[in-house]
């Protein structure tokens, strides 16, 4: 039986298994998803190594990465979940498959994480990393987050954007957008 954590309106997110290995590899081996984070896309061997990692992860970490499941198709879209940043804050993280670009996805799954993570997981504040150059991922992050400041990312030689998210302003934004259906 899989282990299903939580889910959106179109999306399942569940534990990574070993048979995501195919589509998990048409996303880590494509330069056009990795070049924005920017990291260089991998054979089928790493892929295949780093997708057994990230299922280790599952039992031995405080970081956790899931599989992003379409509801409508069962198809394995891409990964998302939640990573310590240099601060040991917890981070949201998500990547998708190149077909699955444009349809909302990256959007609806970040306010996915932002949720699970101050409802479920119990956080009281949210990051996220990114390079300055990933302008999806920007306008993405900019929906829901504030901007906190700029470094440069040691490990993948690129300028990441670190932003926030305290659960007060997400309790706050959240009545906010209610008060505003109902007006």
Not at 5 to 23: A, C, E, G, N
Not at 45 to 64: C, F, G, V, W
Not at 134 to 155: A, C, G, H, M, P
Request: aromatic letters at 12%; hydrophobic letters at 35%; one cysteine or more.
């Amino acid at each position: 039986m899989e282990s299903m954590h939580f889910q959106t309106k179109r999306l399942l997110i569940r534990t990574l298994k070993i048979t995501d290995s195919d589509p998990f590899f048409d996303m880590m081996g494509n330069p056009k998803v990795m070049n924005p984070i920017p990291q260089k896309a991998m054979s089928k061997t790493e892929s295949d190594i780093t997708l057994k990692k990230l299922i280790a992860l599952e039992k031995n970490s405080p970081k956790k990465i899931w599989s992003l499941i379409e509801k409508e198709t069962s198809n394995f879209i891409g990964i998302c979940g939640f990573l310590k940043n240099n601060e040991d804050e917890p981070e949201i993280a998500y990547r998708l498959r190149e077909d699955y670009w444009k349809k909302g996805y990256g959007t609806e799954i970040a306010e996915g994480l932002i949720n699970f993570g101050f409802k479920t997981l119990n956080f009281n504040l949210i990051t996220a990393d990114v390079n300055i150059v990933n302008t999806k991922s920007v306008k993405i992050l900019e929906k829901f987050f504030i901007q906190d400041f700029e470094f440069f990312n040691k490990r993948d030689n690129c300028t990441d954007r670190r932003y926030k998210l305290t659960k007060e302003n997400w309790v706050k934004r959240q009545e906010n957008k209610e008060n505003f259906n109902t007006i």
